[in-house]
C-alpha cells in the first residue's frame, strides 16, 4: 500500500510503500518479522517507488520481511544532506510503527541499492552517533559509498558497462552541487574516520562496476573494526544487475543470500548469515 510519513522537521511528508508477504506464501504469518527500510538507487537523482517495485516485492515476499521503500528527495532540487535526512526520518519511523506493522522491533534492517545502499549505510552511521534506533542489519547492494571516485575499478570499469565513470562522476554532482561535502561520512560513508559500532553489514558487490572497490573496502573496514560482515561478491556481473533475475541467475542467488540474511535477524531466523565469500 502507498502512504505518506513524516518527514524531518520543517521538510514535506515522504511518499512510501509498505510491503507485506501473503499469508499464503508465508507458513509463519503471526510470527514476527523483520521491517526492512529499503532506499532505491538512481544516483540520488533518478528512480523512485516504481522502478525498484518489483525488486522490492521479491525482498519482501523472499524474505518474509515487512518492507518500508522510501521515495526520498532527489538531487539537484533536494541536494546532500536531504536524502540522509529523509533517509533517517524514515528509519525513525519504521522503527517506531514496527509492532503496529507485524514486525520485529529488534529486528529493523536498512537496505538499498547503489545510492540507496549508500543512505542504508550512512544512515546507520547516524543512528549509531545519535543514539539509535537500534538497526539489526544492513544490506547494501553495490553501494555507491566515496564521493572520491579513484579506485581502480572505477578506471578499469569506467566504459563498456552499466552505469559508466562518467555517469557515476555526473551524479556526484547533481548531489553535491558545487559546495559539497562529498567528504562528509553521511555522503561518503567509507571515509568515516570511525566504523566502530555498527551493525551486521551483508554487501553485495559486482565484478565489472565502477563501484566494486568500494563496496569491498567498506567490508574491509567494517571488518577491521570488529564488525561482522558477509560479503556476495559476483565477479562477472555489472552495476544493476539484481534487476534482472528473468535472465541472470547471479541475480537470483544475490537476491537469495539478502533475503536469507534479512530472514535471520530477529525472531524469525529462518537461516544464519555467517561472513565470508560470496557466489558468482
Known amino acids: 500500500m502507498d502512504r505518506t510519513i513524516p518527514g524531518p522537521p520543517g521538510a514535506p511528508r515522504l511518499p512510501v510503500r509498505l510491503y507485506m508477504p501473503a499469508p499464503e506464501t508465508d507458513p509463519r504469518p503471526a510470527a ?4 526492512v527500510v529499503f532506499f532505491h538507487g538512481g544516483g540520488y537523482v533518478l528512480c523512485g517507488l516504481d522502478s525498484h517495485d518489483a525488486t522490492v516485492r521479491a525482498l519482501a515476499a523472499r524474505s518474509g520481511a515487512v518492507v518500508v521503500s522510501v ?3 532527489l538531487a539537484p532540487e533536494h541536494r546532500f544532506p536531504a536524502a540522509v535526512d529523509d533517509a ?3 528509519l525513525c519511523w519504521a522503527a517506531g510503527e514496527s509492532a503496529a506493522l507485524g514486525g520485529d522491533p529488534d529486528a529493523v534492517v536498512t537496505a538499498g541499492d547503489s545510492s ?3 543512505l542504508a549505510a550512512a544512515v546507520a552511521l547516524r543512528a549509531r552517533d545519535e543514539g539509535g534506533p537500534a538497526i539489526a542489519l544492513q544490506v ?3 553501494p555507491l559509498l566515496d ?3 579513484d579506485t581502480a575499478s572505477y578506471r578499469e570499469n569506467a566504459h ?4 559508466t565513470a562518467a555517469h557515476l562522476r555526473w551524479f556526484w554532482q547533481q548531489y553535491l552541487g558545487a559546495d559539497g561535502q562529498g567528504e562528509h561520512p553521511h555522503a561518503s560513508p567509507l571515509r568515516a574516520a570511525d566504523l566502530h559500532g555498527l551493525p551486521p553489514a551483508y554487501i553485495v558487490t559486482a565484478g565489472c562496476d565502477p563501484l566494486r572497490d568500494e563496496g569491498l573496502a567498506y567490508a574491509a573496514r567494517l571488518r577491521a573494526a570488529g564488525g561482522q560482515v558477509t560479503t556476495d561478491h559476483h565477479p562477472h556481473m555489472f552495476h544493476g544487475f539484481l534487476g534482472f533475475p528473468e535472465v541472470l541467475p547471479d541475480a537470483v542467488r544475490a537476491m537469495t543470500g539478502a533475503a536469507e540474511a534479512i530472514g535471520s535477524t530477529g525472531g524469525r531466523r529462518k537461516n544464519s548469515g555467517g561472513s565470508g565469500g560470496g557466489a558468482g
Open 71 to 73: 521515495a526520498y528527495r
Open 116 to 118: 540507496g545502499g549508500g
Open 32 to 35: 514476527p518479522r523483520p521491517t
Open 147 to 149: 564521493a572520491a571516485q
Open 140 to 142: 547494501l547492494l553495490y
Open 160 to 163: 563498456g558497462y552499466f552505469p
Open 88 to 90: 533517517y526520518a524514515a
